[in-house]
């Protein structure tokens, strides 16, 4: 087995054990293409979704959120060429009958299963229908992007908070691939999350705004703990471009299968809106006070959610010694760490100091909820078990914190994840120092 093979196996029973991601339906035999996050996994998707929502809406004046419905109008999709053309090409062996995506396959004329022959390459759309309502023939499509929903509102957004340009919409949530062969982990799945930003400028505006926004993606990798050395920009050449888009840099990242899309960035010119004021005949154009009207040009940043967390995780894994034994643990950025703290009582048997220990907790709880109360075990298990989940501090309240040093009293040690080391630090710090490691 490779070193990257082992890499990515590794980090799949990682996540397994210990709660990140399970296979969907699993109990059922699972369902291609589908993964289902557990506690620790949802956590860490809460943060990195958090911290892209803080850092290209909330914290800015220019920006509008919005959570469009996943099922649209199937006009949307006619208009945006995603009927005609959302599609990859297919291949199916003639003895085996297993399909594959000819742009994946690396010889063509035979069958990686079996070594048959292929029959003809054909468009498969990717685009997942479903029947609406009683009406025998009503379809619709679950949204193979969350881009669509922004468009379509972007009369809204303008008609209701006349915002002035350049202005962007973003938006979260759910997007739906019928992937011919979906694989490795999390990365290529067919329910998946996107996280993407409409920006819309004057045409003439648009390279600096591209500019502005490929140092945005680079600045949320680092917010997040992805490795920059890990990523690359691919600007997609002028034939392998869709044909609207004037310019696409592909950002790749090295995970352990190799140099694969992470998150894209394109200037789809006034493509989107000019199709949708044809499509729908409403008037999608921007008018501001002594200026011809104008279809907006688009900057679209578009960022896989988890594909974050697989580069988040392939970033993070470590195995190191630390103490003369080996170990494994996540290096978590403590922004992104599912949970931030684990809190214990030195000893289990003494009820004074068990009491001090949870009043601490629960104090603590109020500022930083992603902290977890773990007296389970010795204390070697506990850090090697909180190692391992990307825990960056555990707290421990000793007799000390209790006062029998005089001086020590109502201080509690914090050992770094990262060095093994502790530290005594005064009970009424440990909030901010905390929230100092993980504010943008
Ligand atoms: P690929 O070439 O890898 O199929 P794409 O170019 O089709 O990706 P886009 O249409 O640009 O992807 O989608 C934007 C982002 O959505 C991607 O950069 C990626 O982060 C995420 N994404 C796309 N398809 C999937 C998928 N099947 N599973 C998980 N994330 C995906």
Redesign the pocket.
Known sequence: MSESQNLMEKIVSLCKRRGFVFQGSEIYGGLA?TWDYGPLGVALKKNIKDIWWNMFVESRDDMYGLDAAILMNPKVWEASGHVSGFS?PLVECKKCHHRFRADQLEDVTKCPDCGGGFGEVRQFNMMFKTEIGATEGAISYLR??TAGGIFVNFKNVVDSFHPKLPFGIGQIGK?F?N?IA?RDF?????E???M?VEYFVRPEAWEEAFEAWRKGVHAYNEAVGISSDAVHELEVADGDRAHYSKRTI??EFDFPFGR?????L?YRTNFDLSAHQAGSAQDLSYKAEGEEPVVPHVIEP???????ILAVLTSAYTEDELGGETRTYLKFHPRVAPIKAAVSPLVKNKPHLVEKAREIYNDLKKQVPQIVWDDNGNIGKRYRRQDEIGTPWCITIDFDTLGETPELKDTVTVRDRDTGEQTRMPIAELSSFITSKISL
Do not use: C, H, I, N
């Not at 999390?186 to 067919?190: D, E, G, P, Q, T």
């Not at 694969?260 to 894209?264: A, F, V």
């Open positions: 293409g990859d193979p992007e997007a691939r992937e979906p999390v990365f290529r799945s067919r998946f999350e996107q993407e592909d950002f694969k899309e992470l998150y894209g394109a578009s960022f896989g959610v988890d594909r974050t």
